[in-house]
């Protein structure tokens, strides 16, 4: 096996492994917004500002609009146990939406390493909100 796949299986792996503990550690709220089917992750960490943003995020279509502009792939909002999701009424710079990838897979990889580069807390950064098309 080359060190390109050997690398890939790791990632792979590491991404799974995190999705299995987070679906068995934190309570999910699951709807559908507009054409989209959402899961909110409540995170102990998150203030009861955060949980309320991001329940009108994951219940309202406008509101989801302003963190994934477009729905027809796969999203991901991830943020940083340390930097949290909102201070002083805005998101904070580390809290990141990807969109329109293939695969839940995909979003939530590429939300966490975007959020990992930006945060300044020493956690790594977890998702909060997924979007995915509805079926």
């Given at each position: 096996?080359g060190?390109?796949?050997?690398?890939?299986?790791?990632?792979?792996?590491?991404?799974?492994?995190?999705?299995?503990?987070?679906?068995?550690?934190?309570?999910?709220?699951?709807?559908?917004?507009?054409?989209?089917a959402?899961?909110?992750?409540?995170?102990?960490?998150?203030?009861?500002?955060e949980?309320?943003?991001?329940?009108?995020?994951?219940?309202?279509?406008?509101?989801?609009?302003?963190?994934?502009?477009?729905?027809?792939?796969?999203?991901?909002?991830?943020?940083?146990?340390?930097?949290?999701?909102?201070?002083?009424?805005?998101?904070?710079?580390?809290?990141?939406?990807?969109?329109?990838?293939?695969?839940?897979?995909?979003?939530?990889?590429?939300?966490?390493?975007?959020?990992?580069?930006?945060?300044?807390?020493?956690?790594?950064?977890v998702?909060?909100?997924?979007?995915?098309?509805?079926?």
């Amino acid at each position: 096996m080359g060190r390109k796949t050997m690398r890939t299986a790791g990632i792979l792996a590491a991404v799974l492994w995190a999705g299995i503990a987070q679906a068995q550690d934190v309570p999910v709220e699951t709807g559908v917004n507009g054409g989209s089917a959402v899961s909110l992750y409540l995170h102990p960490f998150l203030t009861p500002e955060e949980v309320s943003t991001l329940r009108v995020v994951a219940s309202n279509e406008q509101a989801l609009s302003l963190f994934v502009s477009s729905r027809s792939g796969h999203a991901a909002l991830a943020v940083s146990p340390e930097d949290g999701f909102v201070r002083s009424g805005a998101p904070v710079p580390s809290a990141v939406a990807l969109g329109d990838l293939p695969d839940a897979a995909a979003a939530r990889m590429a939300a966490l390493a975007e959020c990992d580069k930006l945060r300044k807390g020493a956690a790594p950064c977890v998702v909060v909100l997924e979007v995915a098309p509805s079926s």
